[in-house]
């Protein structure tokens, strides 16, 4: 057995008086965080900190606890929403500490600071924890369950801790069998809706009998990938006839003057396309990677710098989101939720300069060479095809079983 944990997202109704609870709970955890940010910023301030890592450990923040005194209102929020916020705050420092090198300015402020002649502050730095507003950053918060403050009542009402009625909520899935809630964010959307995520604990499986049914997956740049059955990705044309379409749209856009009515009028429609490209890729994404992990007991991809190789199924600016890197996180958890392996291998493994029939390496193999021939023995075939029997090979023997 082993243990998962996976998010689950359901549209909530609260009735008017819970959305006032719900509100409130919004606008507190929003405070709270910005009290932190504001103590964040004094501290920098005292330091005379210019950029660079936060010691943030040494800087010792008070507790939610110790805060919430100075605020009345925030009594009648359930303090474990609080508690979060501070998890939350400290989360963000760890990662701007692990993520940036705290020497990079945000663009958007450079540019203000030509513009307004003003000096650069450690509030420009890029990634460090800033403040939330109402309308720029999502209103939510998160809260826990502790034995049953947070459940699921006759599949059609969710309780929450501080609210005496429950919430109506609408059920689409059910939640893996003997799960348990750990933790829920109430979240709104700008149209007013309601939503609620619960993050669940439960145990699957594995399937541990040995199994021939393995595929390999050689990212391909053209293809999407190539599998060791030959097969190509095939990603649809239609789609490409879409991002065909906003390339154009972006350079339409480009001969017209900047910010002028037709320019906004344009862009609206751009964001329409972009919005709906990126709607088809993931439906796209979610189905392939559906369907292997149905399909195949072990997948073997290869742990390659998408970054550095450039990106796959890449569109304008505002679309370059990494294709293959969130397909290889689709399928790595269909396989497991379906107690199924996913394995990776090191980047370094000569997928592509190996002979899949002898094991000859030939060193001499070209970027450019489409199809690999085999001084040794005489194999010719499809260099992508090649590559995906070596991966499949070598993570044939990393599965455990
Ligand atoms: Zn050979």
Redesign the pocket.
């Known amino acids: 057995m082993v243990k998962k944990n996976k998010g689950y997202k359901f549209r909530i109704k609260p009735n008017k008086e819970q959305i006032i609870y719900l509100e409130k709970a919004f606008g507190c955890s929003r405070k709270m965080y910005n009290i932190y940010v504001d103590m964040l910023y004094s501290k920098l301030e005292e330091e005379n900190f210019v950029n660079g890592k936060i010691s943030y450990k040494s800087m010792k923040f008070p507790t939610p606890a110790a805060i919430k005194k100075d605020y009345e209102y925030m009594k009648e929020i359930d303090s474990l929403v609080f508690a979060n916020v501070q998890l939350d705050f400290l989360g963000a420092l760890r990662k701007y500490n692990n993520e940036y090198d705290g020497k990079t300015y945000c663009k958007k402020a450079v540019k203000q600071s030509k513009t307004l002649d003003r000096e650069l502050t450690f509030k420009d730095l890029k990634g460090i924890p800033n403040f939330k507003s109402k309308n720029r950053n999502q209103n939510s918060f998160t809260t826990n369950n502790q034995n049953g403050t947070v459940s699921i009542v006759d599949n059609c009402f969710v309780r929450i801790p501080k609210l005496k009625e429950l919430i109506r909520f609408i059920s689409h899935r059910e939640l893996p069998e003997s799960s348990i809630i750990k933790s829920a964010a109430i979240s709104k959307n700008c149209k007013n809706q309601y939503y609620i995520s619960f993050t669940v604990e439960y145990y699957v499986d594995e399937v541990k009998t040995p199994s021939n049914n393995i595929l390999g997956l050689d990212y391909s740049q053209h293809d999407f990938y190539v599998d060791s059955e030959d097969r190509r990705a095939n990603y649809p044309k239609y789609y490409i006839k879409s991002e065909n379409k906003l390339k154009k749209e972006q350079q339409k856009l480009s001969r017209k003057i900047l910010k002028s009515e037709n320019w906004v009028k344009h862009k609206k429609k751009i964001s329409k396309i972009q919005n709906r490209i990126v709607n088809q890729r993931l439906d796209w994404l979610h189905k392939k990677s559906y369907s292997l992990a149905e399909n195949y007991d072990a997948v073997i991809v290869e742990d390659i710098n998408l970054r550095a190789m450039g990106q796959c199924l890449k569109l304008g600016k505002n679309l370059s989101d990494n294709g293959f890197g969130m397909f290889r996180n689709f399928l790595k958890y269909k396989l497991e939720d379906r107690g199924k392996q996913y394995i990776m291998i090191d980047k370094w493994y000569p997928s592509s300069k190996i ?1 899949s ?4 390496k030939n060193e001499n193999l070209q970027l450019q060479d489409r199809i690999y021939k ?1 001084q ?4 010719i075939i499809d260099r992508d095809y090649n590559a995906s029997i070596n991966i499949k090979e070598v993570g044939s023997t990393l599965l455990a079983w």
Do not use: A, F
């Not at 029939?357 to 000859?360: D, E, K, L, Q």
């Not at 040794?376 to 194999?379: A, D, K, R, T």
């Open positions: 002979c029939n002898c094991g000859n085999c040794h023995c005489g194999l």
